[in-house]
């Protein structure tokens, strides 16, 4: 089967460092996704990993070990407005289908 | 600006009844895919299209239909028989290449009656 495993919560004071953690059961395996989600709106796009090793974006950086099925997502100088849910998504196979986790909710305290 | 519109925001469903979401996006995606999301939990995969004229059931297709007659439009209609719709109803599309993640809509926020 499939199964995509994340924390439910996270809480992290502003300006520190949180890391959100993604461990994943997948067969063709084809990269795995990041996403933040605010409170009723759309996922936006943090981040992709296909190969194994550190992928940097400003604040963010994501890592991905296909070997230990886990991932992941870093988050630096943390601010009030990283408040949101962080999905870890994973696509299996060529269709583009992605399988999501749960999603982490992370509370910024000031 | 290119983007995807979902309509609309909020839509209110009585027994009985079925209900079409719209979704249409204009970034020339070959792909597109529906999600429902209930409370506290993650995406799950209704129904997905990779080309015009096609589509596939996802994990929780029961009780839901689309079509995929114009490369820019996939609609979702939520049937009678779907008898737990309450939900945020997220469309998503993608350019069909390797490292393109899917982008998504502002959702449609479902409720019964």
């Known amino acids: 089967g499939q199964n995509i495993d994340q924390p439910t919560e996270m809480t992290a004071t502003e300006g520190a460092i949180v890391q959100i953690n993604c461990t994943y059961q997948t067969s063709g395996f084809n990269g795995l996704f990041w996403y933040q989600q605010h409170a009723g709106e759309a996922p936006t796009f943090l981040s992709y990993?296909?190969?194994?090793g550190l992928e940097e974006k400003g604040r963010f950086s994501s890592f991905l070990s296909r070997s230990k099925g886990y991932s992941y997502l870093l988050l630096k100088e943390l601010q009030m407005k990283d408040s949101a849910s962080y999905l870890c998504?994973?696509?299996?196979?060529?269709?583009?289908?992605?399988?999501f986790g749960q999603g982490t909710t992370l509370q910024v305290k000031p | 600006d290119g983007g995807i519109t979902q309509s609309p925001k909020y839509l209110f469903r009585k027994e009985g009844q079925n209900v079409t979401l719209s979704c249409e996006q204009n970034?020339?995606?070959?792909?597109m895919y529906w999600y429902r999301q209930d409370p506290g939990q993650g995406l799950r995969l209704i129904y997905y299209s990779q080309i015009v004229n096609d589509f596939q059931k996802g994990d929780i297709a029961e009780g839901y239909s689309v079509s995929r007659e114009k490369k820019e439009s996939f609609p979702l209609t939520v049937t009678s028989a779907q008898k737990n719709p309450t939900a945020f109803y997220l469309c998503?599309?993608?350019?069909?290449?390797?490292?393109?993640?899917?982008?998504f809509g502002d959702g449609t926020r479902l409720s019964i009656l």
């Open positions: 970034l020339n995606h070959d792909a």
């Open positions: 990993n296909v190969l194994d």
């Open positions: 998503a599309s993608r350019k069909q290449s390797a490292d393109q993640p899917q982008h």
């Open positions: 998504a994973v696509r299996a196979g060529n269709t583009g289908k992605l399988i």
